[in-house]
């Protein structure tokens, strides 16, 4: 089987319809559910924005009718504001095309000259490995392409996924749970885009979250969340075709103790959701804030989002409080993930 890599072409149609049709078939092989994003809502997601520039290639493998299949991507994201030394790589194949060393081609062909030419000296990527899979295992695939790359193993994470819909009584009774604990504290919901009298407050608990992300040997600047810099944000969610379903809790003077946020696609057809950011400050822990939050989001998916057969997050293999948290919810282990990271000579 002959492959070729080249740039994606953002511009073609027949591109972006293979690309969204991989992304469909990765996304359901690894959670059970997938997004239905148009192409022009997968050609916002790929614009460059205020602070960070990527690059896409696609592996193009000859069919036996004498065409092309689109069987893997590689991408590499370079950060603007911070984190100025680090470029971070990833590279996907097809499941049904997996063991014929594409990924290893798109790493030879497109990373490992991109990494040489953009002067960044600290690699970062992330790759999966079963459950139940020995995350320093030099066989696991992850792991090989890493030795070629030159990174190796500085954290790893827990992808657990959420069967929906819940049923109602389970909320109930954590949030009872959260309730016998959560004193003077309470819970506001909000949809859409953070109230523009909130943007600094919110700003200050995203970077809160960065500096306390359990993340072990991961070097990592945090980033400041401006006002500026959280529109952005807002507004390239808006374009992809994305929904944002955030609550905050509140202590007993006003000021902003935790948030969560859920992310939706809105297409009705769009079966799968991420659970984003989950943070209670340090001084205002052991009130059970994150359940509370928790459970606030995930009451509003049944209307908001009634299509969604999964939920989908991340934490650091040493993170237990929102470990207990997600597991009390219904979230159950998918994979594991190894954060990697190194200073190569390619």
């Given at each position: 089987m002959h492959v070729s890599i080249r740039p994606l072409d953002p511009s073609s149609d027949l591109d972006l319809e293979q690309y969204l049709a991989l992304e469909t078939a990765l996304d359901e092989h690894t959670y059970g559910a997938s997004q239905a994003l148009t192409r022009e809502q997968l050609r916002a997601q790929m614009v460059?924005?205020?602070?960070?520039?990527?690059?896409?290639?696609?592996?193009?493998?000859?069919?036996?009718?004498?065409?092309?299949?689109?069987?893997?991507?590689?991408?590499?994201?370079?950060?603007?504001?911070?984190?100025?030394?680090?470029?971070?790589?990833?590279?996907?194949?097809?499941?049904?095309?997996?063991?014929?060393?594409i990924a290893t081609q798109l790493a030879e062909e497109a990373l490992i000259p991109a990494i040489r030419d953009s002067g960044r000296t600290l690699v970062e990527a992330y790759g999966e490995i079963p459950a139940d899979g020995d995350a320093d295992s030099p066989?696991?695939?992850?792991?090989?392409?890493?030795?070629?790359?030159?990174?190796?193993?500085?954290?790893?994470?827990?992808?657990?996924?959420?069967?929906?819909?819940?049923?109602?009584?389970?909320?109930?009774?954590?949030?009872?749970?959260?309730?016998?604990?959560?004193?003077?504290?309470?819970?506001?919901?909000?949809?859409?885009?953070?109230?523009?009298?909130?943007?600094e407050a919110y700003g200050r608990l995203m970077r809160q979250l960065e500096l306390d992300e359990p993340d072990e040997e991961v070097e990592h600047e945090a980033p400041e969340y401006t006002p500026e810099r959280i529109r952005e944000?807002?507004?390239?969610?808006?374009?992809?075709?994305?929904?944002?379903?955030?609550?905050?809790?509140?202590?007993?003077?006003?000021?902003?103790?935790?948030?969560?946020?859920?992310?939706v696609h809105r297409s009705p057809h769009s079966t799968l959701g991420w659970q984003e950011n989950t943070l209670v400050m340090p001084e205002h822990r052991g009130h059970r804030l994150g359940l509370a939050l928790k459970v606030?989001?995930?009451?509003?998916?049944?209307?908001?989002?009634?299509?969604?057969?999964?939920?989908?997050?991340?934490n650091s293999h040493v993170n237990p409080w929102m470990i207990e948290i997600n597991e009390k919810l219904g979230y159950r282990v998918r994979f594991r993930e190894l954060v990697l990271q190194g200073r190569p000579e390619l």
């Amino acid at each position: 089987m002959h492959v070729s890599i080249r740039p994606l072409d953002p511009s073609s149609d027949l591109d972006l319809e293979q690309y969204l049709a991989l992304e469909t078939a990765l996304d359901e092989h690894t959670y059970g559910a997938s997004q239905a994003l148009t192409r022009e809502q997968l050609r916002a997601q790929m614009v460059d924005s205020s602070y960070w520039r990527g690059q896409r290639w696609i592996a193009l493998a000859e069919t036996l009718e004498g065409g092309e299949s689109l069987v893997g991507r590689a991408s590499v994201f370079v950060p603007l504001r911070e984190n100025l030394e680090s470029i971070s790589v990833g590279v996907e194949v097809h499941p049904a095309f997996r063991g014929r060393g594409i990924a290893t081609q798109l790493a030879e062909e497109a990373l490992i000259p991109a990494i040489r030419d953009s002067g960044r000296t600290l690699v970062e990527a992330y790759g999966e490995i079963p459950a139940d899979g020995d995350a320093d295992s030099p066989d696991e695939p992850v792991n090989r392409l890493a030795r070629r790359l030159g990174i190796s193993r500085k954290n790893l994470a827990v992808c657990r996924v959420l069967p929906l819909p819940l049923e109602s009584s389970l909320l109930d009774s954590l949030q009872a749970e959260a309730e016998e604990r959560i004193g003077q504290y309470r819970i506001e919901l909000w949809d859409g885009d953070i109230p523009e009298q909130h943007l600094e407050a919110y700003g200050r608990l995203m970077r809160q979250l960065e500096l306390d992300e359990p993340d072990e040997e991961v070097e990592h600047e945090a980033p400041e969340y401006t006002p500026e810099r959280i529109r952005e944000g807002e507004r390239r969610r808006r374009e992809q075709g994305l929904e944002s379903i955030t609550a905050v809790a509140v202590a007993p003077d006003g000021s902003f103790a935790g948030n969560t946020e859920i992310h939706v696609h809105r297409s009705p057809h769009s079966t799968l959701g991420w659970q984003e950011n989950t943070l209670v400050m340090p001084e205002h822990r052991g009130h059970r804030l994150g359940l509370a939050l928790k459970v606030a989001t995930h009451r509003q998916l049944t209307a908001r989002a009634p299509q969604l057969r999964a939920l989908v997050t991340w934490n650091s293999h040493v993170n237990p409080w929102m470990i207990e948290i997600n597991e009390k919810l219904g979230y159950r282990v998918r994979f594991r993930e190894l954060v990697l990271q190194g200073r190569p000579e390619l």
